[in-house]
């Protein structure tokens, strides 16, 4: 399984960006997919995760970014995104997107819930 995570890049307080999470080996259709992310010097945090298709309880986001990043799917083209809207300076980090082989009851939002990784994507806020 590959995960190439892209659409990082710098962008002032208040911007935006799209994140893409493109897979390889698997169809993501078929499985819960998350966004991590890594800010210097700290742990990686969860951040986002939508299930399945078809599924219940689609999406779950972590409090500090309810309201501002939405993410989705394109099973068409086999690819997660995470639209990050009026983005905070604490939002720099490396973004992960992660896949778990096996469904798991509950929020599933912890790192050991995902068992593909890609390589991360840096997001850079400025304020």
């Known amino acids: 399984v590959q995960l190439q995570a892209s659409g990082g890049g710098s962008v002032q307080a208040g911007g935006s960006l799209r994140l893409s999470c493109a897979a390889s080996g698997r169809t993501l259709s078929r499985h819960t997919v998350a966004w991590f992310r890594q800010a210097p010097g700290k742990e990686r945090e969860f951040v986002t995760r939508?299930?399945?298709?078809?599924?219940?309880?689609?999406?779950y986001y972590v409090d500090s970014v309810k309201g501002r990043f939405t993410i989705s799917r394109d099973n068409a083209k086999n690819t997660v995104y995470l639209q990050m809207n009026s983005l905070k300076f604490e939002d720099t980090a490396v973004y992960y997107c992660?896949?778990?082989?096996?469904?798991?009851?509950?929020?599933?939002?912890?790192?050991?819930?995902?068992?593909?990784w890609g390589q991360g994507t840096q997001v850079t806020v400025s304020s």
């Open positions: 992660a896949v778990a082989e096996r469904h798991v009851v509950g929020l599933q939002s912890d790192a050991s819930d995902y068992d593909y």
């Open positions: 939508i299930r399945r298709s078809g599924s219940g309880s689609g999406t």
